[in-house]
């Protein structure tokens, strides 16, 4: 096995340990990371508008 599938493997564990063990702060992780990205959608979008 290379490096890089053991990291992901290791990454995807993680994620797994942390959705059973902290339901609750992984929720609120997922809702966090929507609404950046939310925000960084709008905020390009803005920009292009206000260029035309």
Sequence with gaps: MNVKKIVGL???AL???F???Q???AANSVQNIGATLRDAAESITSF???LV
């Design 23 to 25: 339901p609750d702060g």
């Design 15 to 17: 994620l797994i340990f």
């Design 19 to 21: 959705v059973i063990t």
């Design 48 to 50: 292009f508008t206000q």
């Design 10 to 12: 290791l990454a995807i």
